[in-house]
C-alpha cells in the first residue's frame, strides 16, 4: 500500500510515517500542501492522511482539489478539533474518513487499511451529469438550474444513477442501496419510482432502460 503522510508538524509526521513502515506500508511525508499536491501530480497513492490546518496551500483546498481531479486516493483527514460540526464540513469537502487529534496510533492505522480496501475513484460532493446537478449535503437536485422535488427514494435512485457515470446499474443494486433488506425483491418498486422519477426529470428523457440488464444515465 502507498500512502502520502500530510502533515506540517514534523515531528509527528514523520512519527506517523515511521509507523505506517513498520506495518509494511510504502509512505512518502510532504510537511505541506504544496508539497502534497507536487506529489500527487505524479504518484498515485491508495491512501493520503492529510491535515486540515496546512502552510501554503490549506487542507481543505488540497481536498478538494484532489477530488475535483477524480484521483483514485482515498483521503483521510486529521484535525485538531474533534467538534461535530468540523468533522461535517470536512466530510462535505469529499474526505473519506475523519480522525481527530490526539488519536490512538492503532486506530489510524485500521482507517488506513480500511480505506486502502475501498481504494477506487472518487467522486465530487456535488455531481453533475446529463444537465443533472446533485448535491447529497443539501439533498437537492437541479436539472438545467431548474430545482427538481425528489422523494427520498427517488432522490437515492437518482443518485446511483449519477454515482456510476454512466454505467449500467442493475435492479438489484438499486434495492440494495435505496432500499432496506424487508423490500421483496420481486417488487415492482424500482419499475414504479423510475417512472416517478423520469416524469420529474421531465424532458429530454436522460434514464436509459437496459433490457434485462437494468438502467443508466
Partial sequence: M??????????????????????????????????????????????IVLDRDLPVVHGDEVCRRLVEQRTASRILMLTASGDVDDKVEGLGLGADDYLA???????LVARVRALGRRSAPALPPVLERGGIR?????????RDGKEV??????????EELMRAEGAVV??????????DENIDPFTNV??????TLRKK?????????????????
Fill in 134 to 142: 446533485l448535491d447529497p449535503g443539501k439533498r437537492l437536485v437541479e
Fill in 170 to 179: 442493475s435492479q438489484e443494486d438499486l434495492l440494495d442501496k435505496a432500499w
Fill in 101 to 107: 487529534k490526539p488519536f490512538v496510533f492503532v486506530e
Fill in 190 to 195: 424500482v419499475r414504479v419510482t423510475m417512472m
Fill in 149 to 158: 422535488v425528489l422523494t427520498k427514494k427517488e432522490f437515492a435512485v437518482l
Fill in 201 to 217: 426529470l421531465g424532458e429530454p428523457q436522460v434514464i436509459e432502460t437496459v433490457p434485462g440488464v437494468g438502467y443508466k444515465l
Fill in 2 to 47: 502507498r500512502v502520502l503522510v500530510v502533515e506540517d508538524e514534523r515531528v509527528l509526521a514523520d512519527a506517523i510515517a515511521t509507523g505506517l513502515r513498520r506495518e509494511a506500508m510504502a509512505v512518502d511525508v510532504a510537511y505541506d500542501g504544496g508539497g502534497a499536491l507536487e506529489r500527487t501530480s505524479y504518484i498515485d497513492y491508495d491512501v
